[in-house]
């Protein structure tokens, strides 16, 4: 088997240090993991990815249904899988799909099968079924995969979220079905000692409290290695997301990695991981340093959002954060950060993301060292996979 995971005592609130072990390194959590949609994150090289924080990030995200598109998962394959594809050797995650197909709205038709859609690049036909998606992700070759699901819309009615998250275990049941049957094709297998990706399941149910609970209830049936909840961050107000996620924390094994999907702003992710929450991704970081929005902390270490466009920086010597230890903050001032965004110059676009990237990770190391004080018995992990 090829994942292990070991908890430390857990703290006050739920919050718990872990050390994840996949067969492309140890991940310690609570993690936040940036995302490489097309097997980049936007705007950052991945050496400069590898020493943002203390020691860079330790997993990344790749989109399983913008690769499966363009260049195409065979020729993944066929170039050594992911990791070798984009010269990263730690960690990686792939989502299923769902999440964008269920993004196209009026380009898609979802039938018990599988979802039908059309390409957002050229709008050629494509079928994703469960299987379909497990064969993309195991040629893609994360370390983590994840099943097929679908992600209904918010709002949405009881009756029309109780029915998506009954096809979405459906969906988990046909993907684990075919993850088993198939999972020795991964590109890696041989030369990873007849390692093999792992599955995570992912627990639906909207703003619905008892369906959540059925979809966890369901999902452990399954006896997967890990969990992800989702459906969240797709319009409801943040007091919902926090209950959604504080409520399925309650239902899902406590021995197994719990991964939230698609959240959130700095304090928000802060907050959840201190609930319990091991894993987090979202594009935020990239995609708000593309639009001019950094990130930063004041004197009582709260986080600010600070507009880089704005005339009051045109002048501003001093960098985003003092207080920051990453690259853009040890060199260059506010002014000039404007000043490049402002001319449309592409480096703003990479030094924005670096900064913001670096905050995010810097705040999970934040976290977990909080943690490991907190309940002043964290040892060494065994890093050897057992399970």
């Given at each position: 088997m090829s994942l292990s995971f070991e908890?430390?005592?857990?703290?006050?609130?739920?919050?718990?240090?872990?050390?994840?072990?996949?067969?492309?390194?140890?991940?310690?959590?609570?993690?936040?993991m940036?995302?490489?949609?097309?097997?980049?994150?936007?705007?950052?090289?991945?050496?400069?990815?590898?020493?943002?924080?203390?020691?860079?990030?330790?997993?990344?995200?790749?989109?399983?249904?913008?690769?499966?598109?363009?260049?195409?998962?065979?020729?993944?394959?066929r170039m050594g899988g992911v990791h070798k594809f984009m010269s990263w050797e730690r960690p990686m995650l792939t989502d299923s799909?769902?999440?964008?197909?269920?993004?196209?709205?009026?380009?898609?038709?979802?039938?018990?099968?599988g979802v039908e859609f059309r390409s957002h690049l050229d709008g050629s036909k494509h079928f994703f079924s469960p299987e379909h998606s497990m064969d993309v992700q195991i040629a893609l070759g994360a370390d983590v995969m994840m099943v097929f699901d679908e992600c209904v819309e918010h709002p949405a009615t009881y009756e029309r979220t109780r029915d998506s998250m009954a096809l979405t275990h459906a969906w988990a049941r046909r993907s684990r079905g075919h993850f088993e049957a198939n999972k020795?094709?991964?590109?890696?297998?041989?030369?990873?000692?007849?390692?093999?990706?792992?599955?995570?399941?992912i627990v639906q149910g909207g703003m619905y409290a008892n369906?959540?609970?059925?979809?966890?209830?369901?999902?452990m049936e399954l006896d997967l290695p890990g969990y992800a909840i989702g459906g969240l961050a797709v319009g409801e107000p943040r007091e919902v997301t926090r209950e959604m996620i504080a409520r399925t924390l309650e239902w899902l094994p406590?021995?197994?990695?719990?991964?939230?999907?698609?959240?959130?702003?700095p304090d928000e992710i802060e907050?959840?991981?201190?609930?319990?929450?091991?894993?987090?991704?979202?594009?935020?970081?990239?995609?708000?340093?593309?639009?001019?929005?950094?990130?930063?902390?004041?004197?009582?270490?709260?986080?600010?959002?600070?507009?880089?466009?704005?005339?009051?920086?045109?002048?501003?010597?001093?960098?985003?954060?003092?207080?920051c230890g990453c690259m853009v903050c040890a060199r260059y001032s506010?002014?000039?950060?404007?000043?490049?965004?402002?001319?449309?110059?592409?480096?703003?676009?990479?030094?924005?993301?670096?900064?913001?990237?670096?905050?995010?990770?810097?705040?999970?190391?934040?976290?977990?060292?909080?943690?490991?004080?907190?309940?002043?018995a964290f040892g060494e992990f065994n890093t050897e996979p057992t399970s």
């Open positions: 908890i430390g005592k857990v703290a006050d609130g739920g919050g718990r240090r872990g050390a994840l072990v996949l067969p492309h390194g140890v991940v310690e959590t609570p993690v936040f940036p995302v490489g949609t097309a097997a980049s994150v936007k705007a950052v090289e991945q050496g400069v990815i590898e020493r943002l924080g203390t020691s860079g990030a330790q997993i990344i995200l790749a989109n399983t249904y913008h690769l499966y598109l363009r260049p195409g998962h065979e020729l993944v394959a799909g769902g999440f964008q197909v269920f993004s196209l709205s009026s380009l898609r038709k979802v039938t018990p099968d020795e094709r991964v590109p890696w297998f041989a030369e990873r000692g007849g390692k093999t990706q792992s599955l995570f399941g369906l959540r609970k059925e979809s966890a209830e369901r999902l406590k021995d197994k990695p719990r991964y939230v999907m698609g959240v959130g702003y907050e959840y991981a201190k609930m319990g929450v091991d894993m987090m991704d979202c594009v935020l970081p990239t995609r708000a340093g593309r639009h001019g929005l950094l990130f930063a902390r004041d004197g009582d270490g709260a986080v600010v959002r600070m507009n880089i466009k704005r005339k009051e920086y045109a002048e501003d010597q001093g960098p985003i954060d003092a207080a506010r002014a000039y950060l404007r000043h490049l965004f402002v001319a449309g110059e592409p480096l703003a676009l990479t030094l924005n993301s670096v900064h913001n990237l670096h905050f995010y990770l810097a705040t999970m190391e934040r976290v977990r060292k909080g943690l490991a004080d907190a309940v002043d």
